[in-house]
C-alpha cells in the first residue's frame, strides 16, 4: 500500500466522525460543509463523496434535514444531528480519544 492510499483510507475512516463533529457545532449545508473542510490538508472532501455519506447517515436516523431558503440563488437542505447522532457522536468521541492517546504512546 502506498502512502496516497493509506492517506485515502484514514479519511474515509473519520469523514463520518468530522461530519457529526461539525453537525453538532450548528445546521450546516453540504456544500458549507465541503468549503469548510477544504481548509484542512487531510480532511478535504469533495461533494461527489460528501453528498452519498450525508444520505446514509440520514437514512441511519443519525441525521435529520430541512430545507431553507436562501438569500441568494436555490433553497439549501441543511442537516442537523438527531439524539441518535449525537450519541454516536460521543460514543466515537470516546473511542477517538483512547486511540489517540494509544497512538501517541507507541509514537514516542
Keep these: 500500500m502506498d502512502d496516497f492510499e493509506w492517506i485515502a483510507q484514514l479519511r474515509r475512516g ?4 468530522c ?3 461539525l453537525l453538532n457545532q450548528k445546521a450546516c449545508y453540504g456544500y458549507e460543509l465541503v468549503d469548510y473542510l ?8 469533495t461533494e461527489g463523496t460528501l453528498y452519498p455519506l450525508l444520505r446514509r447517515l440520514h437514512k441511519e436516523k443519525k441525521l435529520e434535514s430541512y ?3 436562501s438569500e441568494v440563488g436555490h433553497p439549501r437542505k441543511y442537516y442537523n444531528l438527531t439524539p441518535l447522532g449525537l450519541d454516536v457522536l460521543n460514543k466515537m468521541s470516546l473511542t477517538w480519544i483512547g486511540l489517540a492517546k494509544e497512538l501517541n504512546t507507541l509514537l514516542i
Design 14 to 17: 473519520v469523514m463520518e466522525f
Design 38 to 45: 477544504e481548509q484542512f490538508e487531510y480532511l478535504s472532501i
Design 67 to 69: 430545507w431553507l431558503e
Design 19 to 21: 461530519v457529526l463533529l
